[in-house]
């Protein structure tokens, strides 16, 4: 296989801003006296805040209005936006900027594909706006993860092939996502929760460019 580009998920992968949305979903969970833990928490990783906003409310006994709905999900993302204000380039995973610093000298071109529509401004609060050729995301595109349209999105706007990206995920409709779209999927994370990834590695640190390339050609 060849590598044209290189394509990743936002939170999870570039920063933590997962720990983010899960305080953030937390307090609401908690005004409304919905259950909701860590564990719970996982399967929201990679989807949209509407969709999250869903799952969560499955868990309680209360019915919702659409109005209604619209109110929490502001209201979460209201309180995401304080915590994100935090971010700075030292929020940036371990190993992470090094690996985007060896993909652009090597002449590789990149692309972020996130779920989220504060994806803006956490890659300027991180600085790494400079080492990414296209930003998709969830504003950008109809469908959310696990539909290929946010990766297949950003492959079109770098005009690689598919079969030529890579895409970089931590959450499992993420991975799924990568792989529907055709890519070489790297997953961050537990293998459990990753299974559908052609590599997976427990973190970011684990990421070098030469070990990718060593996987691809064994593959
Ligand atoms: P927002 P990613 C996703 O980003 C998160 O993983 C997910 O937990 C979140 O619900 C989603 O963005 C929407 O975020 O509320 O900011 O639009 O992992 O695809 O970069
Ligand atoms: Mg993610």
Redesign the pocket.
């Known amino acids: 296989m060849k590598i044209d580009a290189v394509i990743y ?5 570039i920063t933590d ?2 720990e983010y ?1 899960f305080m953030a979903w937390k307090a609401l969970a908690d005004e409304l006296h919905i259950p909701f833990d860590r564990s719970f928490n996982e399967q ?6 509407m ?2 906003l869903e799952l969560i409310l499955q868990q309680g006994n209360e019915p919702f209005s659409e109005e209604e709905k619209q109110l929490l ?1 502001a209201k ?2 209201e309180h ?1 936006q304080e915590l994100i204000q935090k971010i700075s380039p030292k929020d940036l995973l371990p190993g992470v900027e090094s690996f985007m610093k060896e993909v652009k000298r090597a002449g590789i071109k990149t692309g ?8 803006q401004t956490v890659i300027e609060r991180l600085q790494v706006t400079d080492l990414l050729d296209t930003v998709v ?2 504003a950008k595109v109809e469908k ?2 696990p539909d290929p349209e ?1 990766f297949l999105t950003a492959a079109d706007q770098l005009d690689v092939p598919p079969s030529h990206c890579v895409g970089i ?3 499992g409709s ?1 991975v799924q996502a990568i792989k529907s779209a055709g890519m070489y999927a790297v997953g961050v994370g537990s293998k459990e929760f990753l299974s559908q990834a052609d590599w997976v590695i427990a973190d970011t640190s684990q990421l070098t460019w030469d070990d990718l390339i060593q996987r691809i050609r064994e593959q």
């Open positions: 998920d936002l939170d999870g992968v801003t997962a949305h929201l990783k990679g989807l949209s805040r969709d999250s999900a979460k993302n995401y972020l594909a996130s779920a989220s529509k504060n994806a995301d969830a959310g993860k946010v995920e931590d959450a993420g």
